[in-house]
């Protein structure tokens, strides 16, 4: 039985933060298989996305390129949730990705500050029955997580408000080339 962990965000962009979490997830062998899936509508933001679905989709593969290959070998972006129509509920995610994998376990990864909102997730309770998580402290919400990766201070709001230096050189020129998070 193989471990297959979903990791879902906005990923508006995705950045080192999030590359970190990929790496050491996979070297700490905590999951065997990663599914890195942008989210379609995520309802408990404060705001939409402000790159497309595509383009985040887009990034996601782009960064990937910026993993060591024994790494990216064992990630695949899934676009399920940019490609529903309507609400995304991770629920519903879960039970697409367990179709996929039936025989294998299937895990979460969240941040301390995703995790601390489970309560009020869709269907939260068979979510929590259906999954194990995953949870990585985020240094800007502090909390319990199950594994500790030394997560990095990064955040998809300082990048898209000019911090360049925490993404990837893939996703950064992916940026720059489509004009993305250019101020006005």
């Known amino acids: ?34 599914l890195l899936i942008p989210a379609g509508e995520p309802l408990l933001r404060d705001s939409h996305p402000v790159a497309s679905g595509a383009d985040r989709r887009a990034m996601c593969v782009q960064a990937l390129k910026d993993l060591p290959n024994e790494i990216s070998k064992q990630v695949e972006v899934n676009p399920i949730e940019i490609l529903r129509s309507g609400p995304s509920y991770a629920i519903d995610t879960v039970d697409a990705v367990a179709q996929t994998y039936p025989d294998d376990q ?7 500050d995703a995790y601390a909102k489970i309560a009020q997730w869709h269907r939260s309770d068979e979510l929590q029955d259906k999954v194990d998580f995953i949870v990585i402290d985020r240094p800007e919400f502090p909390g319990s997580p199950t594994i500790d990766i030394g997560a990095l201070d990064i955040s998809a709001t300082r990048v898209r408000a000019g911090e360049q230096d925490a993404l990837s050189p893939h996703v950064a020129t992916y940026i720059k080339e489509h004009n993305l998070y250019a101020r006005k």
């Open 106 to 112: 299937i895990l979460m990864i969240l941040g301390t």
């Open 1 to 34: 039985m193989a471990k297959i962990a979903i990791y879902g965000g906005t990923f508006d962009p995705i950045h080192k933060g999030h590359l970190h979490v990929i790496e050491q997830v996979i070297l700490q062998g905590v999951a065997d298989r990663i």
